[in-house]
């Protein structure tokens, strides 16, 4: 009786950690294309990405690169004072979106043109991303308000 006891003890361990395992792969799994990091275009500019990966890039839209083109595609650069990565897009422009202004892509980067299958603009007059934000910061372009105070 006492054995039998200890076997099933050890059977509801080994069927607890496969249960647990098998989870935890089928969540990575779900995942794998839902996770999406985000660059500056610094960073961006240092180590280029793969074509296939898919990523975020925030920053300023560069003054005087915004071009719309045959329908709805339209190109510009991003910025974070630094560097400046061409951005082409196929859709509808948010309305808040234009130059000199913050703005989060999500894409890939092919030959040296970031491809965007999704443009995030500012949602009022004192947002920024907080990532775009933390990059521009990092080159030296933006002063956060509250330092100011």
Known sequence: MKNLKKRRRIQVILVAFVALALSTALIGYGMRDGINFFRSPSQIAEAPPEANEVFRIGGLVEEGTLQRGQGETVSFSVTDGAHSILVTFTGVLP??????????????????VFIAHEILAKHDETYMPKEVIDALEDAGVYRHMEEDV
Do not use: A, I, Q
Not at 95 to 112: I, P, R
């Open 95 to 112: 309305d808040l979106f234009k130059e000199n202004e913050g703005m989060v892509g999500t894409g890939s980067y092919v030959d040296g």
